[in-house]
Each structure stands twice: as structure tokens, then as C-alpha cells.
Nanobody, 118 residues
């Protein structure tokens, strides 16, 4: 059974930092691409950052230079270090995996709230 459990969200002032964690289980973690999505109030869920099995990363333009996604395959955990946070970063952040198996099933964590005050 695939499980993704996020932690690390909270309330922070603009300019501050937070580190989100996502503990994964139930699948071959090291060989799968892991993502962080976010959904702001009244908006669609959007992809924020991706880390491939090779360690190569991609970011949405608004996150470049401020967020760092990383993974620890031994701990089966993916992280999102968020720096220089802005009020517009306020959202629920979701860990996501689309498995590299037949059918390419997708799984989401329960989400963690990040609120950035001005």
C-alpha cells in the first residue's frame, strides 16, 4: 500500500524558511520521480518541484532560487526546503508520485498547510 506522509508545514513570516518532509512507503522509492505540488485557496493544484531518481531537479519559475527539493533514498524521504518565503507561497503542499509501472498510478499525500504572513 502506497503511503506518502507530509510534515513540516506551519505559519511563518515573509522572508522566513520552512522545510517540508514526505515519508514514503509501499513502493520502490529510489527508482521513482518525486514531486511537490501546491494548491493555493481558490486556485488549481500546481507542480512546484521535481526530483528524479538521478537527483536531477526541476522547479516552477516562482520557486527557482528560493526552494530546494532533495531526496534521501535510504530514509525514503523527499524534502522541500523553502527560503525567502512570500505571502503568495501560502498553500497546501502535497507530496506526489506517479509510479513507473503499468498504468502509471498516481498517489498523493494528505497535504500540509504553509501560511506565510506579510
Amino acid at each position: 500500500q502506497v503511503q506518502l506522509v507530509e510534515s513540516g508545514g506551519g505559519l511563518v513570516q515573509a522572508g522566513g524558511s520552512l522545510r517540508l518532509s514526505c515519508a514514503a512507503s509501499g513502493f520502490e522509492f529510489s527508482t521513482n520521480v518525486m514531486d511537490w505540488y501546491r494548491q493555493a485557496p481558490g486556485k488549481q493544484r500546481e507542480l512546484g518541484a521535481t526530483v528524479r531518481s538521478s537527483g536531477i531537479t526541476d522547479y516552477v519559475d516562482s520557486a527557482k532560487g528560493r526552494f530546494i527539493i532533495s531526496r534521501d533514498n535510504a530514509r525514503r524521504t523527499v524534502y522541500l526546503q523553502m527560503n525567502s518565503l512570500k505571502p503568495e507561497d501560502t498553500a497546501v503542499y502535497y507530496c506526489h508520485v506517479q509510479l513507473a509501472i503499468l498504468g502509471r498510478p498516481r498517489y498523493w499525500g494528505q497535504g500540509t498547510q504553509v501560511t506565510v504572513s506579510s
